[in-house]
């Protein structure tokens, strides 16, 4: 299975980036997708993620109301729709899943995904 992210570039704050990441090597419905990111000298953080299941969503308190996280199964590829971008949304950004599906509760957590995208950098300027 690989991941494959892309759509970051520069984007001036209060704009719009969308980021996709194509699935290859298994049905996409076969674990959940998720975002996370990890800014310069920061931690990994969690943003969205979605079960292809149940279609529930979670996201990050930071990103509410500003990103939404979805799927085209037909092209087997995840988005995360980022809108009024701030410059503390500059990070590299990172889609994950799973083989399996997991409770709804630790949908979050980046230690249940174990097949991790190359990343693709989004920076946000004032």
């Known amino acids: 299975v690989q991941l494959q992210a892309s759509g970051g570039g520069l984007v001036q704050a209060g704009g719009s980036l969308r980021l996709s990441c194509a699935v290859s090597g298994r049905p996409f419905r076969s674990g959940p997708m998720a975002w996370f990111r990890q800014a310069p000298g920061k931690e990994r953080e969690f943003v969205a993620a979605l079960d292809t299941w149940t279609y529930n969503t979670q996201y990050a308190d930071s990103v509410k109301g500003r990103f939404t996280i979805s799927r085209d199964n037909a092209k087997n590829t995840a988005y995360l729709e980022m809108n009024n971008l701030k410059p503390e949304d500059t990070a590299a950004y990172y889609c994950?899943?799973?083989?399996?599906?997991?409770?709804?509760?630790?949908?979050?957590?980046?230690?249940?995904?174990?097949?991790w995208g190359q990343g693709t950098l989004v920076t946000v300027s004032s």
């Open positions: 994950a899943t799973r083989n399996g599906r997991i409770i709804t509760s630790s949908i979050h957590r980046a230690e249940v995904y174990d097949i």
